[in-house]
């Protein structure tokens, strides 16, 4: 079984600091890993995801993760927020076979204030 | 092209009824997978169908029961409602190139007096 581990809560910074949000996780077989979020009243959207390869991915709004398998992690960085980031942050794990049957943490709730 | 829809968005029943949603997903996605959303548990996992057939469940009471049509809607059931049942309900697809990305509607806010 697997299981995700997000210590922080919540998370408050100032608009264009940078930010880490920390995501551990625990499994006996090799996982696929994702981070998502959910903006108030709406349904979670992807954010990034690895599957494979580079242990740095991407997305399109300037977070990043970085997959490290020794430390069993996946912390999300961002280098400087928005206030348009302030939301809640899943990271979720799922076996190879299992895509849909997503393993998820408790969330980390981002507050960017100006 | 349209998210997925999920219906209603609100609801309100008492402990003992029963309870149908429903989602409608992306078009031309046949996965559609269900989780619930609470305070206290977080998100967890109930059940995934594929071309109408239920191919993964989640640890929950056999109160908790879906399907899915032929033109890949889903509706989940929950008969004998208890307090505890009160949660978001968020419905997921997925189409059979990209499997990993999963797309969610908004939910289900399902209230339980």
């Known amino acids: 079984a697997q299981s995700v581990t997000q210590l922080d809560s919540q998370v408050p910074v100032f608009e264009e600091a940078p930010v880490e949000l920390r995501c551990n996780y625990s499994?006996?077989?090799?996982?696929?890993l994702f981070w998502y979020v959910q903006y108030p009243n709406q349904g979670l959207q992807l954010l990034l995801k690895?599957?494979?390869?580079?242990?740095l991915v991407e997305s399109i709004n300037g977070f990043e993760a970085e997959f490290n398998k020794s430390q069993t992690s996946f912390h999300l960085r961002k280098p400087s927020v928005h206030i348009s980031d302030t939301a809640e942050y899943f990271c979720?794990?799922?076996?190879?076979?299992?895509?849909?049957?997503?393993?998820f943490g408790t969330g980390t709730r981002l507050l960017v204030s100006p | 092209k349209a998210g997925v829809t999920q219906t209603p968005r609100y609801l309100i029943k008492t402990r003992g009824q029963q309870v149908t949603l429903s989602c409608s997903p992306i078009?031309?996605?046949?996965?559609v997978s269900w989780y619930q959303q609470t305070p206290g548990q977080g998100l967890q996992f109930l059940f995934e169908?594929?071309?109408?057939?239920?191919?993964n469940k989640g640890n929950f009471p056999g109160r908790f029961s879906g399907r899915q049509f032929s033109n890949s809607r889903s509706e989940m059931n929950v008969s004998t409602l208890e307090l505890g049942d009160s949660a978001l309900y968020l419905c997921?697809?997925?189409?059979?190139?990209?499997?990993?990305?999963?797309?969610f509607g908004s939910g289900t806010q399902l209230s339980v007096l």
């Open positions: 997921a697809s997925s189409s059979g190139q990209d499997r990993e990305k999963l797309f």
């Open positions: 499994s006996s077989v090799s996982v696929y």
């Open positions: 690895y599957l494979s390869g580079s242990t």
């Open positions: 979720a794990v799922s076996e190879y076979t299992g895509f849909q049957k997503l393993v």
């Open positions: 078009s031309g996605h046949r996965s």
């Open positions: 169908y594929f071309s109408e057939t239920q191919r």
